[in-house]
């Protein structure tokens, strides 16, 4: 054999080598999503952990976690408020009050904590220490509760028809506004100037903190609000409704009455949750044991999942990726959002992750990358799982346009080389 042609055997060798090697990986990174829906399943491209569990007195609703995944408060029935670091599934403290807790809520860096109990009461907390710094007695339940990220201030939101405003440093309400019925929902902005409530026949309302008469506006007077979140830029609010016999899901400019998107279902939307940019959001139709995914712009759902039973919560992460839901089937579900730059046809959506507890799984919450998720069932346990996030789930979703110009290169390089051998052998 001439050193010409060894030469060129040696390099076809190696090219087919590096052709191999490529095809495998990108192979691995595609076939690594599982979307089949069983338990215990997790797919290649996210390691979804139990992280632990802890076992309270009874189960709860109240459920809490900071963006950045490291502290965690639940509330349960048992009247306790549980103050968690997510890395141990001891509690830093708890703190048995009068009666069963609602709803909590806890700043960012987890400095404060809020919660309401079935006593009528509004809880304040430091990290620091399970004594409250102060509480406050509303004329009926507190059905929810806000706090800004810095915890200076609190909104809460009463079945006496009245939407409260605190600064944390005092138990006397800066203002408060009657609904003229039973407030469900409430929420704040994450600068405190921008407060949105709902509740029974009230329809949305909008509140400047700083405004002497603090009322924006008022849309749609006659509908149920059951849901409000609003986005981490300050810039939509989103709001799930129902009207007479017919549920919907409102997208708004946070400083305008008229819905930018909505869109209608024969039930009422339970629960909405919105990403921190407003591009992506969710909502759920417990009847139709459903929640729906929407993408900003887009007059229809781009994906929807239905479980065995009642969907009671679906929580979207801050950036987007990650969906989390709790069902009346006894199970948690993990997802990553389909790809962005997949054809409508391939818009698929991935479960990453489906537990199954031994009860109703009332509530569910992820941290701002999705990394961290907490559950809370009716079996009087709080579930706490770690999502190993390595590559963006979009570049794995598809083969990388590097990858994919890298490949050609090799194969083209490797049809030249052959053509190369046969002219050489033709010649003998």
Known sequence: MTLKKKTIRNLLIILNSFLILSSSSLYTKVSGFNSTISDEIFSSSCNTTLLWNYTMGDGGRGLSITPNGRFLVVGSWDRNVYFFDTSDPVPLWNKTLNEAIDQVAISAQGEYIVATAYDYKLYLFHKSSSTPIWN???GDLIRSVAITPDGEYIVAGSWDDYIYLFDRMSPIPIWNYSMGNNVY????????????????????????????????WVNDSMSTVYSIDLSANEKYLLAGTLTGVTGTIFLYDILNPKPIQEFETSDPFGHVSISAEGDY????????????????????????????????????????????????????????????????????????????????????????????????????????????????????????????????????????????????????
């Not at 704040?188 to 026949?201: C, K, P, R, V």
Request: glycine share 8%; aromatic share 14%.
């Open 136 to 138: 406050f007695t509303a």
């Open 185 to 216: 929902t409430v929420e704040i902005s994450s600068d405190g100037q921008i407060i949105a409530g709902g509740g029974l026949g009230v329809g949305v309302h909008v509140f400047n903190r700083s405004m002497t008469t603090p009322l924006l």
């Open 281 to 428: 959001f969710v909502g759920t139709v417990s009847s139709e044991h459903r929640f729906y995914l929407f993408e900003r712009g887009n007059l229809i759902p781009i994906w929807n999942f239905t479980a065995e039973d009642q969907i009671e919560q679906a929580e979207i992460s801050g950036n987007s990726n990650y969906i989390a839901c709790g069902s009346y089937d006894y199970r948690f579900y993990l997802f990553n959002r389909p790809n962005i730059n997949a054809s409508i046809e391939k818009k698929e959506m991935f479960n990453i992750k489906t537990f199954k507890t031994n009860n109703l799984v009332f509530s569910v919450e992820l941290s701002e990358s999705g990394e961290y998720i907490a559950a809370l069932s009716n079996d009087n346990n709080v579930y706490m799982f770690y999502n190993e996030i390595g590559e963006d789930s979009e570049e794995q979703s598809s083969i990388s346009f590097g990858n994919f110009f890298l490949i050609v290169v090799i194969a083209s390089i490797s049809v030249v080389l052959i053509l190369k051998l046969r002219r050489i052998k033709n010649k003998k």
